[in-house]
């Protein structure tokens, strides 16, 4: 049986919010592409959440400040895409096994932990607690591996071309996510 393993942001999750990047940003200028440019170190977790969010508004972030911050980016990340959310019900339903594979930092991976609507997806790997980011082979042979299957086995869902294109030297099945009208019929294609 084929199991579908789904990126988080932007597929389970809606994309990040103008107001809410204005409420991270407080008003810096520059601040979104700061926000990006260190976000695969951080999403590593070859940065911690200090290190990060002091680079991203160029002063020491700490303390409660910092909590701050860390909550309002993993809030950013926790509006659900409710078409994609169908299709999981759907799946599940049917029996298929499904599981996550989302570059976050740790602080992100534990704040979607939490979240009602990601029940039904386990297990669920994320890039901070593993030291990896896609599209690097490593990590999906190594979600594979943590999955019990193999990864011809796996159809993987992503909004972006480079993951999926990881994903397939790694030898999973790539599904483009584009809305979730398409991915429902690509799904149909793939499993």
């Known amino acids: 049986m ?3 393993l789904f990126d988080y942001g932007n597929v389970i999750c809606l994309p990040q919010s103008e107001a809410d990047a204005a409420r991270l940003a407080q008003g810096i200028p520059g601040f979104e592409e700061r926000y990006w440019e260190l976000r695969l170190d951080f999403d590593r977790g070859t940065l911690d959440d200090a290190a990060y969010w002091s680079a991203v ?5 700490a303390g409660a400040e910092l909590d701050q911050v860390i909550a309002l980016d993993v809030a950013s990340w926790s509006r659900p895409n409710e078409e994609t959310l ?9 029996g298929v096994p499904m599981a996550l594979l989302s570059n976050a930092p740790v602080s992100i991976a534990d704040g979607v932990d939490l979240l ?8 669920r790997f994320f890039s901070g607690r593993m030291g990896l980011v896609k599209p ?3 990590i999906y042979l190594r979600v594979a591996d943590g999955m019990g299957v193999a990864p011809g086995d796996i159809v993987f869902v992503d909004d972006r071309l480079e993951n ?10 790539g599904v483009h996510f584009r809305d979730a009208a398409t991915l429902r019929d690509d799904l149909k294609l793939a499993l």
């Open 57 to 61: 508004y160029g002063r020491p972030v």
């Open 116 to 123: 009602p609507f990601m029940a039904p997806i386990r297990p």
């Open 86 to 94: 169908a299709i999981v019900d759907e799946l599940a339903a049917g």
């Open 164 to 173: 999926i294109e990881g994903a397939e030297r790694a030898g999973m099945t």
């Open 2 to 4: 084929k199991h579908v």
């Open 136 to 138: 690097d082979q490593e």
